[in-house]
């Protein structure tokens, strides 16, 4: 085989291995659930949250708030520039606290700047939702904030049995994203928050489809899926928001959402 034939293979193998694994913009915190109100740790990382082989840098964030009874809080002057180690490079993102202090559901959005993806020439912006409620107490998890690309949860986030299931609905300003295409990605590791970090894996894939699962929603926008293991575990809802254009060239604009679910003991 030539080298240039040889080389070209390598590369094809290479785009195949790394096309698995899904981006996913990540607002995590270790617990969704608390019993008291206290003050939270978060970190902003934009990665392939399974196989952990990259570690994107964010360029940045347009707009960090929290909503909690139906106020709103902005929480971007929070951010602190971070260097987050992967397993295999090093990215840039953000870390904050937040005092969840207060009883019911805390509803984050995360709306990071477009990121530059080099390999497909393209924007990605995923705007992300993240849900931590105190004391059990209902109050915000379901509310629809029409945005332009979003995850209307139809099912409580923070409160999922492993073996259960999680229902939503993809809207755009408000609208339902018929047949939307929906990736599915388990967060595999522990975050060391302390040397912002990943940890090792936790479980390995049997075969490459199980690392991002596709769905589609339904005509209506809505999708379900069952979740077979406790954990953190993303849904991306692909190119659906309003805006397909970004410095002249496609904007892949998604919607985000993380859900957690707990073992029966």
């Known amino acids: 085989m030539k080298k240039s034939t040889l080389l070209s293979a390598v590369a094809a193998v290479s785009m195949l291995a790394t096309s698995a694994a899904a981006h996913f913009q990540m607002n995590y915190t270790p617990e969704s659930a608390l019993d008291k109100g206290k003050t939270i740790e978060l970190r902003q990382v934009f990665t392939h949250p399974f196989a952990d082989e990259h570690t994107m840098d964010m360029s940045g964030v347009e707009e960090f708030y929290v909503i ?8 971007k002057d929070t951010l602190e520039t971070i260097t987050f180690k992967g397993n295999h490079n090093s990215g840039k993102g953000y870390k904050s606290t937040y005092k969840a202090r207060r009883m019911g559901d805390h509803l984050m959005v995360l709306k990071p700047k ?37 995850i209307v949860p139809l099912t409580k986030p923070y409160s999922i049995w492993t ?11 408000g609208k339902p994203v018929p047949f939307a295409e ?47 293991k406790a954990g953190w575990w993303g849904f991306c809802a692909l190119g659906a928001g309003s805006d397909k254009e970004y410095k002249g060239k496609e904007l892949s604009q998604d919607a985000v959402i993380w859900v957690q679910a707990k073992d029966m003991k």
Do not use: C
């Open 68 to 75: 909690n009874k139906k106020r709103k809080k902005d929480l």
């Open 114 to 150: 477009p990121y530059y993806e080099s390999n497909e020439d393209i924007y990605i912006q995923q705007i992300t939702k993240t849900v931590v409620n105190v004391a059990g107490l209902p109050t915000d998890w379901d509310r629809e904030l029409g945005l332009k690309a979003e």
């Open 163 to 173: 073996g259960g299931s999680f229902t939503g609905v993809v809207k755009s300003n």
């Open 182 to 228: 929906i990736e599915v990605e388990y967060l595999n590791r522990d975050v060391d928050l302390r040397n912002n970090a990943m940890g090792p894996s936790k479980v390995k894939a049997p075969h490459d489809s199980f690392v991002t699962m596709g769905i589609k929603a339904n005509k209506d926008g809505e999708f379900t899926f069952a979740i077979p």
